[in-house]
């Protein structure tokens, strides 16, 4: 359970605008082979969604229905639902979440990521 509880905390500070606008951040917690297979249909590594969520606009995100899948002793899947709230500039949005996350050097890095936008 203490593996669920720490992977929560690293998704949802994911989550979070002051860590998806530091590149500092995001080099911490990204495996330097990250892909992203985005809702919106686009691949990304982890260069450039470093620099795309630098130019994000800040909206509040939540999470539910997280599940921890242990693959091995150093790898992990999570799945999710994630939830972003409604702005004046944008709809609300919903979606599947996957991630793989993998012990590296001590610290649990994120080398895998796949959104599936849903209906509320």
Do not use: C
Request: no cysteine.
């Amino acid at each position: 359970m203490q593996l669920q509880a720490h992977l929560l905390e690293l998704e949802t500070r994911l989550l979070q605008p002051e860590v998806r606008s530091s590149e500092q951040a995001l080099l911490q917690l990204l495996a330097e082979d990250f892909v992203e297979f985005g809702a919106s249909g686009t691949v990304w590594t982890r260069t450039a969604i470093i620099q795309a969520l630098a130019q994000e606009p800040h909206t509040q995100r939540s999470l539910s229905d997280f599940k921890l899948t242990p693959l091995s002793a150093d790898t992990a899947l999570v799945t999710y639902r994630s939830h972003r709230h409604a702005t004046s500039g944008a709809p609300a949005a919903h979606a599947l979440r996957s991630s793989i996350w993998k012990l590296n050097q001590g610290n649990w890095q994120l080398l895998f990521h796949q959104g599936t936008l849903t209906a509320a």
